[in-house]
């Protein structure tokens, strides 16, 4: 499937040279699995090792490259003192100093009488020019080795720059010599230079500006990964919409009963989804549509109404949602909503009893089951539809393009709808769902109580106490959040727990505590007692789940705020929206605190508009952070950035458009290379889905 071409690139990394099976590991870690990982690890600095001068004349602290010669060894008296060794380039005397190294090294490397090239930072220092552990010692011969730029990567502790050099430097004899995908002609209008040279010169850069987002290396590199993530998803896309689906058209009879009995009127927003969808619905295609609502802007309800007209066709459909409490949440709402209809709603979770579970299996297989709700468990083995036509999935970003992708292969005719509640902007909205159609609800409904953001140096925390303690007393509840910057990270899991046992230090029995390691069976206990009352202050983990509603609670103390991405903050502090009260959220940071994280927080303190929050997040960190990519199955960019390369997505965009309608199978000369490319960045499911269609 792949082209051979690219079996060099893709081998293990243990296959090059110069890596021992000790650091194969480290360098796993750091880069990835395969040689290609090596390849897009891109320098972030340069380290200019061309100066050289007599050191008669040399300039204080700069790194100096030359060749010296030994005349001197002095080793430390104490263990405390460094090794010294004496040397000479003819003009000058320089002492290298060594801490905690081997006699026998040094003496191997710097032999008293001979010559070496050195080069390392030199400093001048009671009279004399001294450098601190050389960064390179060779052979005098090799001085032309040394005197380079120096790219500097990151690393991680045991890998060293050089170690990395040696790698990078075999992966790039393993590029082979691709043809062009780029359409030179037409859509390229950047500065021309080809795939081949731009990673070969961006692993060997001239200064630091050839490592910028902007010079034409990143640029053609940024390019070329987005075309083939543009790519791939229209291919998506294209076979999805190609694909025969059922065309639901309702009666709206039940529609018509639910909507007469909600004890709301629907937002505009709300309508025109629902007519998006409902558009949809009636066509003979597949529908794959995101909705896009803020926390409260009432995707549920949508989701119901939309589900109801596929129901009044005689068909079933199913809610997905990310977690038990959810679910739950989802099932208790629309079982409410349904009240006036004879609909049978049920609700599938790990927790039911094998025979409350056959149960539901049973009827679902007969067709008695019109609206299923649970987790991802709904789409496992055993659950037998007699007809499914529609999945609502909720909070979507928790899933992932790939299960997305297993899930549309499953109920092949079923029509698909995403929710999520995370604002996206634009350009993440294009790499991560340009497969799909979206609605978005950016108007929540009316009479909703602004909510009020402060933000503040933790060191306010006793007054911050004090405060709570009113408003707790007034019957007030709160969440306490605590940031788990690593699922695994158990210094952060221990901070929670101690900032759990301080407050109940203040607040006795009434502090509850919820954290990524608890079972499900034991979350949904502490969030029962908190919705209840029984605690009324509930410290957490970022675990406490995105579409939980407790009216009551109306305050939420964020702890290391500048820990977490906006539009994180944003959702957070949107389960406090939904209150009887006007909410606080007040953000607590932690020194030291950059500028940056000071004005991001700031953004938070002037506007609840979570569209705008999410552009000014990706402006000021890079798309990565905002959403979480490890966890979020967001499309994670190793060249592009998408703080700086948005134009260049939407030039890919369009170019992608252009080249579908030419040649949709991608069959012409550049289509043949442009499927390389698809392989190069990985997207081989896009090629597989489009290969079989
Ligand atoms: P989301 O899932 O988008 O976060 P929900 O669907 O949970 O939001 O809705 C939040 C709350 O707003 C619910 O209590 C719901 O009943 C209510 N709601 C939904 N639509 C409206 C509306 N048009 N007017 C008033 N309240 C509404
Ligand atoms: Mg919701």
Same mark, same amino acid.
């Given at each position: 499937m792949r082209p051979s071409i690219l079996y060099p690139l893709f081998s293990p990394i243990d296959s090059?040279?110069?890596?021992?099976?000790?650091?194969?590991?480290?360098?796993?870690?750091?880069c990835g699995p395969k040689v290609i990982d090596i390849l897009f690890h891109l320098p972030y600095n340069v380290v200019d090792r061309t100066y050289t001068s007599p050191l008669s004349n040399a300039i204080n602290n700069k790194i100096w490259t030359g060749v010296v010669t030994i005349t001197e060894h002095i080793p430390p008296q104490t263990k405390k003192h460094p090794y010294r060794v004496y040397c000479t380039d003819g003009t000058k005397e320089l002492v290298l100093i060594f801490f905690k190294v081997y006699k026998d090294s040094i003496e191997k490397n710097y032999p008293i009488g001979e010559k070496r090239a050195i080069s390392g930072k030199i400093e001048y220092f009671n009279g004399m020019w001294q450098m601190t552990h050389p960064d390179f010692v060779l052979p005098e011969s090799r001085l032309k080795d040394i005197l380079c730029l120096e790219p500097v990567y990151p690393l991680t502790s045991g890998i060293t720059n050089k170690m990395m050099t040696k790698l990078i430097k075999d992966s790039l004899n393993r590029v082979p010599s691709f043809s062009e995908w780029q359409d030179v002609g037409s859509q390229y209008d950047l500065e021309y230079i080809s795939f081949n040279d731009a990673i070969k010169r961006i692993h060997s850069p001239k200064n630091i500006e050839d490592l910028l987002p902007? @010079?034409?290396?990143?640029?053609?590199?940024?390019?070329?990964?987005?075309?083939?993530?543009?790519?791939?998803?229209?291919?998506?896309?294209?076979?999805?919409?190609?694909?025969?689906?059922?065309?639901?058209?309702?009666?709206?009879?039940?529609?018509?009963?639910?909507?007469?009995?909600?004890?709301? &009127?629907?937002?505009?927003?709300?309508?025109?989804?629902?007519?998006?969808? @409902?558009?949809?619905?009636? %066509?003979?295609?597949?529908?794959?549509?995101?909705?896009?609502?803020?926390?409260?802007?009432?995707? %549920?309800?949508?989701?119901?109404?939309?589900?109801?007209?596929?129901?009044?066709?005689?068909?079933?459909?199913?809610?997905?949602?990310?977690?038990?409490?959810?679910?739950?949440?989802?099932?208790?709402?629309?079982?409410?909503?349904?009240?006036?209809?004879?609909?049978?709603?049920?609700?599938?979770?790990?927790?039911?009893?094998?025979?409350?579970?056959?149960?539901?299996?049973?009827?679902?297989?007969?067709?008695?089951?019109?609206?299923l709700i649970g987790t991802h468990a709904l789409f496992t083995e055993q659950v037998e539809f007699k007809d499914l036509g529609y999945v609502v999935i909720d909070e979507q970003h928790r899933f992932g393009v790939n299960q997305r992708l297993a899930l549309s292969k499953k109920g092949s005719l079923c029509d698909v709808l995403v929710m999520t509640a995370t604002p996206i902007p634009r350009s993440l909205l294009l790499t991560a769902y340009g497969d799909m159609?979206?609605?978005?609800?950016?108007?929540?409904?009316?009479?909703?109580?602004? &909510?009020?953001?402060?933000?503040?140096?933790?060191?306010?925390?006793? @007054?911050?106490?004090?405060?709570?303690?009113?408003?707790?007393?007034?019957?007030?509840?709160?969440?306490?959040?605590?940031?788990?910057?690593?699922?695994?990270?158990?210094?952060?899991?221990?901070?929670? %727990?101690?900032?759990?046992?301080?407050?109940?230090?203040h607040f006795g029995d009434k502090v509850g505590l919820i954290h990524g390691k608890m079972k499900e069976s034991e979350k949904d206990v502490?969030?029962?007692?908190?919705?209840?009352?029984?605690?009324?202050l509930l410290v957490a983990t970022t675990v406490i789940e995105v579409g939980v509603n407790v009216p009551e609670a109306t305050i939420m103390i964020i702890e290391h705020a500048e820990r977490f991405g906006l539009a994180q903050l944003h959702q957070l502090r949107g389960r406090i929206k939904r209150g009887f009260d006007e909410g606080v959220c007040m953000l607590l940071y932690s020194y030291p605190i950059s500028n940056i994280s000071k004005e991001r927080l700031n953004i938070m303190k002037q506007t609840e508009d979570g569209f705008f929050i999410a552009e000014k997040d990706l402006e000021l960190r890079g798309g990565g952070e905002i959403l979480g990519t490890r966890q979020s199955g967001f499309a994670n960019f190793k060249l592009a950035d998408m703080s700086y390369h948005q134009n260049l997505l939407l030039k890919a965009r369009d170019d992608v458009i252009n080249i579908l309608k030419t040649d949709p199978k991608l069959e012409s000369k550049r289509g043949t290379a442009l499927k390389t490319l698809l392989y190069l960045f990985e997207q081989d499911e896009a090629v597989k889905t489009y290969l079989a269609g």
């Open positions: 090059l040279k110069g890596i021992g099976a000790k650091y194969q590991k480290l360098i796993k870690n750091l902007n @010079s034409i290396l990143r640029k053609r590199l940024a390019y070329d990964e987005l075309l083939s993530n543009q790519l791939a998803l229209a291919l998506i896309r294209q076979r999805v919409k190609a694909k025969k689906g059922r065309s639901f058209v309702g009666d709206n009879s039940l529609y018509q009963k639910v909507v007469s009995s909600l004890p709301f &009127s629907l937002t505009n927003a709300q309508i025109s989804a629902l007519d998006e969808i @409902s558009q949809d619905q009636k %066509t003979p295609y597949k529908m794959l549509r995101l909705l896009q609502g803020d926390v409260g802007s009432g995707k %549920t309800v949508v989701a119901l109404l939309s589900m109801l007209k596929v129901i009044e066709n005689g068909v079933q459909t199913a809610l997905m949602a990310p977690t038990e409490i959810l679910a739950k949440q989802h099932y208790e709402t629309i079982l409410d909503l349904c009240k006036n209809t004879d609909l049978k709603v049920e609700l599938l979770t790990g927790k039911l009893r094998p025979k409350q579970k056959r149960e539901i299996y049973e009827a679902l297989k007969n067709g008695k089951i019109n609206i159609d979206y609605s978005k609800i950016a108007e929540l409904p009316k009479g909703r109580k602004p &909510s009020k953001t402060v933000v503040m140096n933790v060191n306010k925390l006793p @007054s911050v106490i004090d405060a709570l303690k009113r408003k707790l007393e007034e019957g007030t509840r709160a969440y306490w959040v605590c940031p788990l910057v690593e699922e695994s990270d158990k210094s952060d899991l221990a901070a929670a %727990t101690e900032r759990f046992e301080m407050l109940k230090n502490v969030m029962e007692e908190f919705k209840q009352g029984k605690k009324t």
